[in-house]
Every structure is written in structure tokens, then in C-alpha cells.
């Protein structure tokens, strides 16, 4: 199959439906049944289930959809980077959410441009939970994620920092004064939701702005990288989460071999080690 029969079939497959399909894709309805039906023939397998109220997945249909979805990802994926690494002027996409980087670009970036193999580098300050989205789209060649609440799989990690984990309070609250907290004394608290699948009835999260103001408001408290409570600034307080901590790490596609890249992350692991809020980095994987 070509990429242009499996961009139609996912479309079709995602909107269940030949007509909402056409119209999303801007073609008519006719070629487009035609195209799906000459991918049914070549793989030999039914896709669809067709009826009057649209179009079902066939269990074939469900595998194809899934896989194809990954499948023209990666061609995205390959073309942004290709474009950007035969450009006249190579360059590094790095992304992070607001606050995410523990401090450490401001001080790794000027010294990773003294580096032979440097280019240079672009930073994307991007939504919460948007970073591995736009490392596999090829939109970042490098991303800042957290651990335990970042999940790697398929993709190159190496450890940078490990950072207490703060409960963050409005200064009236009961547990502001507080020298240490545990997580069973938080869970009673509403807590913030960090995406739309995270648990809870908490309110959903966007960015770190709506996090301060809504814990100043004393709506809920939060769980943060010490880092990032620090920055929150309105005078919020912030307590130590006895036996929580949290990692810090630079993640990019684990096919990627380019010295630019590797040169980078070298340099934010030494400037980890270096500068960061505890002083040392992990190892990689």
C-alpha cells in the first residue's frame, strides 16, 4: 500500500463515515470508496463493515487503523526532520512545557554552542503533555519530560536531574506550615488534572499560570517539581513530599545517531551534573 491510500483509509476509519471522510480530506465521495475498496482487495482482508448508518471496523480495520496511524507519523516525522537537517541553516527543536526544564537550558544552551558540532538550536514552549506528541510528529528533535509521570516507551532517555517533589499550598491552608507532608495527608485534596485522561475531578490543567492562580484561590493544591515551585511565585507555600521525587530527562527518537543531537544531550547532562538544584544526573539508558 502506498501512503496516500492509508492516509485515506485512516480517515475514513476515524470518522466512520465515506462522506465525512471525502469531506475532510477535500475529494468526492466516489474515489474515495474506490481507493478503500482496491486496499481491500491488495491486502486480501475485509476493513470495513459497510451499512445505511455509515461504516463499522472490521477487526482487520481496527489493527490497520492503529499501526497506520504510527505508520504516516513516522513518515511525517521523517520528512520535518529531513527538511530541517538538509536545511542551509541545520537546526535543534527542543520542547518543553513552562518551567519544565529545572533552569537547566539558560545555562546548558551557550555552552553547548561551543561545541564543534553545534547548530543551532530552537526551544518550543509547548502544553502540558504535548512533548512527546511533538517529538514523534518530528516537530522536536528533543524533548524535557518528567518521570514518574512521563511514560518513554520507544524512545531514547537519559537521566538529568532528580528533584524533590513539593506539595504546593495557599498560605492559609491547614499543612502551609508544615516541615513535611505525606501523600496520605494530600488525599483529601482536590488536585489538579494533567490531562484529560488523568484521574480525578480535579480542574484540567493548561499551564502553570492557572496551577498558581488556583491554588492562591485555595481551589486545590499540587504536587510539583521543586523547581517549579519555586517559580510560582504569589506567595504560595511549598512542603516536602517525604519519599517523592521526580526526574528530569532529555528523550528523542531512538533512531537518532546525529552528533548535533548527541553533542546536546552531552552537554545537558554535564550542565545537570554542574548546576542542577541537587547537583547531580543520572545515567542513561
Given at each position: 500500500?502506498?501512503?496516500?491510500e492509508l ?5 475514513v476509519a476515524?470518522?466512520?463515515s465515506?462522506?465525512r471522510?471525502?469531506?475532510?480530506l477535500?475529494m468526492a465521495?466516489?474515489p474515495?470508496?474506490r481507493?478503500i475498496?482496491r486496499?481491500?482487495r ?5 476493513l ?5 448508518r ?7 480495520g481496527a489493527?490497520l487503523?492503529?499501526?497506520g ?5 513516522s513518515?511525517?516525522?521523517?520528512r520535518r526532520l529531513?527538511?530541517r537537517?538538509g536545511?542551509?541553516?541545520p537546526?535543534?527543536?527542543v520542547a ?11 545555562a546548558?544552551?551557550?555552552r553547548?554552542?561551543?561545541?564543534p ?5 530552537e526551544v ?6 504535548e512533548e512527546?506528541t511533538?517529538?514523534r510528529?518530528?516537530s522536536a528533535?528533543?524533548a ?13 532517555v537519559q537521566?538529568l536531574?532528580v ?6 499550598f495557599?498560605?492559609n491552608?491547614?499543612?502551609?506550615r508544615?516541615?513535611r507532608v505525606?501523600?496520605?495527608?494530600l ?6 488534572r494533567w490531562?484529560a485522561?488523568s ?5 484540567l490543567?493548561s499551564?502553570?499560570?492557572?496551577v ?6 485555595g481551589r486545590?493544591?499540587?504536587?510539583l517539581?521543586e ?13 516536602p513530599?517525604?519519599?517523592?521525587r521526580?526526574r528530569?530527562m532529555?528523550v528523542w527518537?531512538?533512531?537518532?545517531r546525529?552528533?548535533p543531537?548527541a553533542?546536546l ?10 548546576h542542577g538544584?541537587?547537583?547531580r ?5
Amino acid at each position: 500500500m502506498d501512503s496516500r491510500e492509508l492516509a485515506y483509509f485512516v480517515a475514513v476509519a476515524e470518522e466512520l463515515s465515506v462522506s465525512r471522510a471525502a469531506a475532510r480530506l477535500g475529494m468526492a465521495q466516489p474515489p474515495l470508496s474506490r481507493a478503500i475498496q482496491r486496499l481491500e482487495r491488495r491486502l486480501g482482508v475485509r476493513l470495513l463493515e459497510r451499512g445505511s448508518r455509515g461504516v463499522a471496523l472490521t477487526a482487520a480495520g481496527a489493527v490497520l487503523l492503529e499501526h497506520g496511524r504510527v505508520a504516516l507519523a513516522s513518515l511525517a516525522a521523517a520528512r520535518r526532520l529531513a527538511q530541517r537537517a538538509g536545511a542551509a541553516a541545520p537546526r535543534l527543536v527542543v520542547a518543553t512545557k513552562p518551567g519544565g526544564d529545572a533552569g537547566l537550558l539558560a545555562a546548558a544552551l551557550p555552552r553547548y554552542a561551543e561545541q564543534p558540532e553545534a547548530v543551532a538550536v530552537e526551544v518550543t514552549i509547548c502544553g502540558i503533555g504535548e512533548e512527546k506528541t511533538l517529538l514523534r510528529d518530528g516537530s522536536a528533535d528533543l524533548a524535557l519530560l518528567r518521570l514518574p509521570q512521563e511514560e518513554t516507551a520507544g524512545l531514547a532517555v537519559q537521566d538529568l536531574l532528580v528533584e524533590q517533589e513539593m506539595a504546593v499550598f495557599a498560605p492559609n491552608h491547614p499543612l502551609a506550615r508544615r516541615d513535611r507532608v505525606s501523600m496520605a495527608e494530600l488525599g483529601g485534596e482536590t488536585m489538579p488534572r494533567w490531562t484529560a485522561r488523568s484521574p480525578g475531578t480535579g480542574p484540567l490543567i493548561s499551564d502553570t499560570g492557572q496551577v498558581a492562580e488556583l491554588i492562591a484561590l485555595g481551589r486545590m493544591v499540587a504536587v510539583l517539581p521543586e523547581s517549579v515551585a519555586a517559580g510560582l511565585g504569589r506567595g504560595l507555600a511549598a512542603v516536602p513530599v517525604t519519599g517523592r521525587r521526580t526526574r528530569l530527562m532529555a528523550v528523542w527518537a531512538e533512531q537518532r545517531r546525529d552528533l548535533p543531537l548527541a553533542a546536546l544531550v552531552r552537554t545537558l547532562a554535564d550542565t545537570a551534573a554542574r548546576h542542577g538544584p541537587n547537583g547531580r544526573a543520572g545515567t542513561g539508558r
